[in-house]
């Protein structure tokens, strides 16, 4: 089992800055992937953004160049540093972990960007 602790949502104005953290722990060295993973009101939920155990990471056309995911490994822990942020990033956003038998979710942290 993994269990997975977002936290780091908020209200920020357009053109702000969030950073999101979300705390794995568990049976942890079983994941080879982590992501963040988006959901708006009405909409499906859709991919932001995933770093690989080795680091390799990938984002949705919406968010590149302006979010960025990393992970400290000591700390078990996967940012998405989010900037410029813009209305339509309105969304819960949730963490995810990728195992070979299966995948966990986080809670999810809700996300307002005001115009």
């Known amino acids: 089992q993994v269990h997975l602790v977002e936290s780091g949502g908020g209200l920020v104005q357009a053109g702000g800055s969030l950073r999101l953290s979300c705390a794995a722990s568990?049976?942890?060295?079983?994941?080879?992937?982590m992501g963040w993973y988006r959901q708006a009101p009405g909409k499906q939920r859709e991919s932001v953004a995933r770093?690989?155990?080795?680091?390799?990471?990938n984002y949705a056309d919406s968010v590149k160049g302006r979010f960025t995911i990393s992970r400290d490994n000591a700390k078990n822990t996967v940012y998405l540093q989010m900037n410029s942020l813009r209305p339509d990033d309105t969304a819960v956003y949730y963490c995810?972990?990728?195992?070979?038998?299966?995948?966990?979710w986080g809670q999810g942290t809700q996300v307002t960007v005001s115009s």
């Open positions: 995810n972990a990728e195992q070979l038998t299966g995948e966990y």
């Open positions: 568990g049976y942890i060295f079983s994941i080879n992937a």
């Open positions: 770093i690989t155990r080795s680091g390799f990471t």
